[in-house]
């Protein structure tokens, strides 16, 4: 059995290619060319260098992976019969080459030797002539293989075997659907040749450009900051956690099912608030993201939206909504930034809200929603201008309560307290207090005071049937004490 030498032609000029890849042209029988179209092509002419192409392989074929298969496929087979044969490919065999790769595949699979002698490749003149340095992060893709592209790419990217205007199209269609139309990428022809040209142009324009062919590739600059951001470790931990062989409760989750984990992970994350305690908050918050990017990846699953596409449309609505910081406009107060705020959010959803009370959402919890609708219906003038009208609401509302109880009317006592607490949660948006937040402080007070009930109960073996609620009350004055002592 022969083996299979592979060695780079360089990037365009002659002079390119290295010392030891020229030994290895003059010594090869046989020597292949997955092409013939190559600036050095003639150089080796000249030089006696005898050699076959694969050129005729493109015109049998359909794709340029059935070209590619095929190519691999002859040299492993012309290797099986004794050859040791020497396989020249455009730039450097390991930038790019898709035919490499398989030969190196396939021949992994069927005990073929196969070498790899170093190359230079387009690129080191791509990073001289476009002042490009690659260890700020450069992602190198065939045309054939933007299918592929991932969403939340972070770095800049370099596309080759741009062949001809058909795949320009492709290419363009491609990159499309993660770029603006009108982003600015360059075309790079006949890199390293007298008749170089270096274009930049819009994205849109790709196909229309004149003179594409094998020597021409695409340089795509990374996204600008604001364009695009990413939370890869924590979405791929995800991805992999619904994938076949992650975790089976995962899988199974719907956005319905995971509904209240949401809720749940809100609460705790204004418990962490309350308390105070930095930690805890930055756990809590974590358990919330987790929470959305699990959200975003079932929809990703069923092409809705991806968890990138979240983090873009947020990042874009802030911009667009604080022109005083991001753009040209002069506020003097808060109170401007706020109503600047009102005006654009108006403009994006139109006539989506004809109602002044539309974008209240009627699963948040009760007071929650009763401050948001009160705080809208004031925007266009109704609400009180000052604090006593709003005490009378509230002792208004307490008479029809009293009344509607000494009549004995379930439905009517249910619907006066909801007018008391609204009116309530009235009275905390003219105190600028969060009536939801307000209660929830309450709540977590209360429980560490009945839990200093419990604990003394506990400690002193008292029964909880002997105690009255005389007794209990003392207990929780105490706890009252407590409290007012430690701050």
Same mark, same amino acid.
């Given at each position: 059995?022969?083996?299979?030498?592979?060695?780079?032609?360089?990037?365009?000029?002659?002079?390119?290619?290295?010392?030891?890849?020229?030994?290895?042209?003059?010594?090869?029988?046989?020597?292949?060319?997955?092409?013939?179209?190559?600036?050095?092509?003639?150089?080796?002419?000249?030089?006696?260098?005898?050699?076959?192409?694969?050129?005729?392989?493109?015109?049998?074929?359909?794709?340029?992976?059935?070209?590619?298969?095929?190519?691999? +496929?002859?040299?492993?087979?012309?290797?099986?019969?004794?050859?040791?044969?020497?396989?020249?490919?455009?730039?450097?065999?390991?930038?790019?080459?898709?035919?490499?790769?398989?030969?190196?595949?396939?021949?992994?699979?069927?005990?073929?030797?196969? +070498?790899?002698?170093?190359?230079?490749?387009?690129?080191?003149?791509?990073?001289?002539?476009?002042?490009?340095?690659?260890?700020?992060?450069?992602?190198?893709?065939?045309?054939?293989?933007?299918?592929?592209?991932?969403?939340?790419?972070?770095?800049?990217?370099?596309?080759?075997?741009?062949?001809?205007?058909?795949?320009?199209?492709?290419?363009?269609?491609?990159?499309?659907?993660?770029?603006?139309?009108?982003?600015?990428?360059?075309?790079?022809?006949?890199?390293?040749?007298?008749?170089?040209?270096?274009?930049?142009?819009?994205?849109?324009?790709?196909?229309?450009?004149?003179?594409?062919?094998?020597?021409?590739?695409?340089?795509?600059?990374?996204?600008?900051?604001?364009?695009?951001?990413?939370?890869?470790?924590?979405?791929?931990?995800?991805?992999?956690?619904?994938?076949?062989?992650?975790?089976?409760?995962?899988?199974?989750?719907?956005?319905?099912?995971?509904?209240?984990?949401?809720?749940?992970?809100?609460?705790?994350?204004?418990?962490?608030?309350?308390?105070?305690?930095?930690?805890?908050?930055?756990?809590?918050?974590?358990?919330?993201?987790?929470?959305?990017?699990?959200?975003?990846?079932?929809?990703?699953?069923?092409?809705?939206?991806?968890?990138?596409?979240?983090?873009?449309?947020?990042?874009?609505?802030?911009?667009?909504?604080?022109? #005083?910081?991001?753009?040209?406009?002069?506020?003097?107060?808060?109170?401007?930034?706020?109503? +600047?705020?009102?005006?654009?959010?108006?403009?994006?959803?139109?006539?989506?809200?004809?109602?002044?009370?539309?974008?209240?959402?009627?699963?948040?919890?009760?007071?929650?929603?009763?401050?948001?609708?009160?705080?809208?219906?004031?925007?266009?003038?109704?609400?009180?201008?000052?604090?006593?009208?709003?005490?009378?609401?509230?002792?208004?509302?307490?008479?029809?309560?009293?009344?509607?109880?000494?009549?004995?009317?379930?439905?009517?006592?249910?619907?006066?307290?909801?007018?008391?607490?609204?009116?309530?949660? +009235?009275?905390?948006?003219?105190? #600028?207090?969060?009536?939801?937040?307000?209660?929830?402080?309450?709540?977590?007070?209360?429980?560490?005071?009945?839990?200093?009930?419990?604990?003394?109960?506990?400690?002193?073996?008292?029964?909880?049937?002997?105690?009255?609620?005389?007794?209990?009350?003392?207990?929780?004055?105490?706890?009252?004490?407590?409290?007012?002592?430690?701050?």
């Amino acid at each position: 059995m022969g083996k299979i030498t592979i060695v780079g032609l360089g990037p365009g000029a002659f002079g390119l290619i290295t010392v030891e890849t020229l030994e290895m042209l003059k010594l090869a029988k046989p020597l292949r060319l997955r092409t013939a179209k190559h600036p050095t092509v003639s150089e080796i002419r000249t030089r006696g260098i005898e050699f076959e192409s694969y050129d005729y392989v493109y015109e049998t074929q359909d794709s340029f992976e059935e070209v590619y298969h095929t190519i691999a +496929n002859d040299c492993l087979a012309q290797a099986k019969a004794g050859e040791n044969l020497v396989y020249a490919v455009p730039g450097s065999p390991l930038v790019a080459e898709r035919t490499v790769m398989l030969i190196r595949k396939l021949a992994a699979e069927q005990g073929i030797t196969v +070498n790899i002698l170093p190359g230079m490749s387009f690129l080191e003149v791509l990073y001289t002539r476009l002042a490009i340095d690659p260890i700020e992060g450069l992602t190198v893709l065939d045309a054939a293989d933007l299918t592929s592209l991932p969403a939340d790419l972070a770095t800049a990217l370099v596309v080759t075997q741009v062949y001809n205007s058909h795949v320009a199209s492709e290419a363009k269609l491609a990159l499309m659907e993660w770029y603006p139309d009108d982003y600015e990428v360059v075309v790079v022809q006949n890199l390293g040749l007298p008749e170089e040209q270096i274009l930049t142009i819009p994205l849109f324009e790709l196909d229309r450009i004149s003179g594409v062919d094998h020597l021409t590739s695409l340089y795509v600059p990374r996204r600008q900051l604001g364009e695009r951001f990413t939370l890869d470790p924590i979405v791929d931990i995800m991805t992999t956690l619904r994938s076949p062989g992650g975790c089976v409760w995962d899988i199974e989750q719907t956005h319905s099912s995971l509904r209240r984990y949401l809720v749940e992970e809100v609460y705790e994350v204004l418990e962490a608030i309350d308390l105070q305690q930095g930690d805890k908050l930055c756990e809590e918050l974590g358990d919330l993201l987790l929470q959305i990017i699990f959200h975003a990846r079932i929809a990703e699953e069923t092409n809705v939206f991806t968890m990138q596409q979240v983090v873009d449309v947020i990042t874009k609505k802030m911009i667009r909504r604080h022109p #005083h910081v991001f753009g040209d406009i002069t506020v003097r107060d808060a109170a401007e930034v706020v109503l +600047n705020w009102d005006q654009i959010k108006q403009q994006e959803y139109g006539s989506e809200r004809p109602s002044v009370l539309d974008g209240v959402p009627k699963g948040l919890p009760s007071l929650m929603r009763a401050y948001k609708l009160q705080s809208k219906a004031a925007k266009v003038g109704f609400d009180w201008d000052s604090i006593p009208p709003v005490w009378d609401k509230i002792e208004e509302e307490l008479m029809e309560l009293k009344a509607a109880h000494a009549q004995g009317q379930v439905a009517d006592m249910e619907g006066e307290l909801g007018d008391v607490l609204f009116s309530l949660v +009235n009275l905390a948006r003219s105190l #600028h207090i969060d009536a939801e937040v307000a209660l929830n402080i309450t709540n977590n007070k209360f429980c560490r005071r009945f839990s200093y009930i419990e604990d003394t109960v506990r400690t002193n073996n008292l029964k909880w049937e002997n105690l009255g609620l005389e007794e209990l009350d003392m207990l929780w004055e105490k706890a009252k004490k407590q409290e007012k002592a430690k701050k």
